[in-house]
C-alpha cells in the first residue's frame, strides 16, 4: 500500500513537473530559433560556392536532457504492447533543437554566419539497473565560416 | 592550429596529409552531481552537471588532439569527427579524432 502511495506521488511529481518544464523550455527553444535564424546552418560538406572566408572554427554544442518519472513510466507501460512512444520522441526533438540552438549561439559570439557540415550525435547517458534510458546527450557540432566580405562591412 | 569538421578549407590548399590523429578523455563526476542527477530524472528537465562534464571532458579530447597534431608537425587537423561511449554506470569516454594535414 505504502509502495503504490509513494509510486503516486511520484508520477503526480513527475507529470506536474515535467510538463511545467517541458512547456518553458519549448517556449525558449521557439524565442531563440527566431532570434538566431540568421546564423544558417547547413548540413552539406563543402560550401556551395567558394568564397573567400576567414579561418574556419570548429563550433560544438550539446545537452545532457533527461525525462521525468511519470513519462518513464508511460513508456515502460508502452514498451509492454509495442508502438510509437511520444514521451521520448519528444525529449529527443528538445535536445537535438537544444544542442544546435547552443552551437548557433557559439557561432554567433564568434561572429560566424554560417555553419558547416553539421553533425549530430546521440547517446544515452546513463542507464539504471533495469536497462531504462534515464537521460541522453546530444551533441551538434558543424564548422563556422566567416565570410570576409562580410567583415569589411 | 585549425580544427574544422570539413574535409578541405575554403580557399586553402592542402600541401601534405600527415595521417589520423586522435584525443580521448574518461570521465566520471562526483557523488553529489550523481545524487542531483537522480532528483532531476524524477522531474525532467537538462541535467547540468553532466552537460558541463561532458563538454569540458570534450574540450578536453580535442585539445589532445591537438598536441599529437602538433608533435607531428600538422597546422590543421580537418574532417574531424566526435564519438561518445558510456563505459560503466557515470562513466563516460569522449574520443575525439581527424586528418592532420599541412596547409599553406
Known amino acids: ?153 | 592550429m585549425i580544427v574544422s569538421n570539413m574535409e578541405i578549407i575554403p580557399g586553402k590548399h592542402i600541401k601534405e596529409h600527415l595521417g589520423l590523429v586522435q584525443g580521448s578523455t574518461v570521465r566520471t563526476k562526483h557523488v553529489g552531481r550523481d545524487i542531483l542527477a537522480s532528483f532531476k530524472n524524477l522531474f525532467g528537465g537538462e541535467l547540468r552537471g553532466y552537460t558541463e562534464l561532458l563538454h569540458e571532458s570534450r574540450e578536453e579530447a580535442v585539445n589532445r588532439m591537438k598536441r599529437q597534431a602538433q608533435a607531428i608537425g600538422a597546422n590543421a587537423v580537418l574532417n574531424v569527427r566526435f564519438s561518445t561511449s558510456s563505459v560503466t554506470h557515470g562513466a563516460a569516454e569522449l574520443f575525439a579524432y581527424g586528418t592532420a594535414v599541412k596547409i599553406e
Not at chain 1, 540568421?38 to 560544438?60: E, F, G, K, M, N
Not at chain 1, 549561439?105 to 554566419?113: D, I, P, S, V, Y
Open chain 1, 1 to 153: 500500500m505504502v509502495d503504490l502511495i509513494v509510486l503516486a506521488i511520484l508520477l503526480a511529481l513527475g507529470y506536474g513537473f515535467g510538463r511545467h518544464f517541458e512547456k518553458q523550455h519549448y517556449k525558449s527553444i521557439i524565442r531563440r530559433e527566431a532570434e538566431l535564424r540568421h546564423i544558417t546552418a547547413i548540413a552539406s560538406r563543402i560550401p556551395p560556392a567558394p568564397q573567400l572566408a576567414d579561418d574556419p572554427i570548429l563550433v560544438t554544442g550539446s545537452v545532457v536532457i533527461s525525462v521525468d518519472y511519470f513519462k518513464r513510466f508511460l513508456a515502460a507501460l508502452r514498451s509492454l504492447v509495442g508502438g510509437k512512444v511520444v514521451s521520448y520522441e519528444s525529449l529527443l526533438d528538445r535536445a537535438r533543437r537544444e544542442a544546435i540552438l547552443r552551437m548557433k549561439e557559439k557561432a554567433r559570439r564568434l561572429g560566424a554566419n554560417q555553419i558547416f557540415n553539421i553533425k549530430l550525435e546521440t547517446a544515452s547517458i546513463s542507464k539504471n539497473a533495469r536497462g531504462n534510458i534515464g537521460s541522453v546527450e546530444v551533441l551538434a557540432y558543424g564548422t563556422a565560416l566567416k565570410p570576409l566580405q562580410q567583415q569589411e562591412r
